[in-house]
C-alpha cells in the first residue's frame, strides 16, 4: 500500500527566506508524484509533477522539487519566499500502473510567510 | 483550459434535508471524477471514483446511501448528501481526470463549504 508523510505540519519562514517543505511516500512500484497548493476556501492548483526524466522540476510560481528514488522524497523548494505563498500545500503520490488515476495525498504543510 | 467548476460555492441547510453539489469538467471530458471531503486543517480524503455511465466506486467507511453519487454525462458528476445532519459539515471537492493522459493527473474544483444547521 501507499503511503505519504510530510513531516513538517507548520512551517514559519519569513518573506525572502528560502524554504523546503518535505515529502516522503511508501510504495512497492512506481509511482508518479504531485504537489499541489490550497489557499483558504478554494480548491487544488497543481504546483509541479514528476513524470519521468530528469529527477529536478520546476513548477510555477518559482518553486521546484527534487525526486530522489533512493531515498523516496519528493522535497518542495523555493530559493526565496513571498507573503503570496502562504497557504497549505500537499504532496501526493499515484502508482504509475493505477489507471484509476487515484491519488493518496499527505498531511499537509502549512507555510506561514512572514514580513 | 482542465477547468473544473462546483456549484454552489457553498450552501447552508437544515438538519435532514437533501443538498446536491454539481461538479461540471467546463472545457474537456472527464471519463474519471473523484469526491473528497476536507476537514479543517486536515488533508483530503477521497469519498468515492465516479465513471461515467456506471456506479461509483466508495472508500471504506464511506456510506453509499447517505453520499449519492450520479456520473451522468462526461462533464457532469453530482453528489447527493441526503438526510444531512451537523457532522457532514464539511469542504467538499471534486476532481476530474483529462481522458487519454497517460499521467491521468486530477484537475480540481474550487470546492463546495457545506454548513448543516
Known amino acids: 500500500a501507499q503511503s505519504v508523510t510530510q513531516l513538517d505540519s507548520q512551517v514559519p519562514v519569513f518573506e525572502e527566506a528560502p524554504v523546503e517543505l518535505r515529502c516522503n511516500y511508501s510504495?512497492?512500484?512506481?509511482?508518479?508524484l504531485f504537489w499541489y497548493v490550497q489557499y483558504p476556501n478554494q480548491g487544488l492548483q497543481l504546483l509541479l509533477k514528476y513524470l519521468s526524466g530528469s529527477t529536478l522540476v520546476k513548477g510555477i510560481n518559482g518553486f521546484e522539487a527534487e525526486f530522489n528514488k533512493s531515498q523516496t522524497s519528493f522535497h518542495l523548494r523555493k530559493p526565496s519566499v513571498h507573503i503570496s505563498d502562504t497557504a497549505e500545500y500537499f504532496c501526493a503520490v499515484r502508482e504509475f500502473y493505477n489507471q484509476g488515476g487515484k491519488l493518496i495525498f499527505g498531511q499537509g504543510t502549512e507555510l506561514s510567510v512572514k514580513p | 483550459g482542465a477547468v473544473v467548476s462546483q456549484h454552489p460555492s457553498w450552501v447552508i441547510c437544515k438538519s435532514g434535508t437533501s443538498v446536491k453539489i454539481e461538479c461540471r469538467s467546463l472545457d474537456f471530458q472527464a471519463t474519471t471524477m473523484f469526491w473528497y471531503r476536507q476537514f479543517p486543517k486536515q488533508s483530503l480524503m477521497l469519498m468515492a471514483t465516479?465513471?461515467?455511465?456506471?456506479?461509483?466506486?466508495?472508500e471504506q467507511g464511506v456510506e453509499k446511501d447517505k453520499f449519492l453519487i450520479n456520473h451522468a454525462s462526461l462533464t457532469l458528476s453530482t453528489l447527493t448528501v441526503t438526510s444531512a445532519h451537523p457532522e457532514d459539515s464539511s469542504f467538499y471537492i471534486c476532481?476530474?481526470?483529462?481522458?487519454?493522459?497517460?499521467?491521468?493527473?486530477?484537475?480540481f474544483g474550487p470546492g463546495t463549504r457545506l454548513t448543516v444547521l
Open positions: 476532481s476530474a481526470i483529462l481522458a487519454g493522459q497517460g499521467s491521468n493527473e486530477q484537475f
Open positions: 510504495s512497492s512500484v512506481s509511482v508518479y
Open positions: 465516479s465513471n461515467e455511465g456506471s456506479k461509483a466506486t466508495y
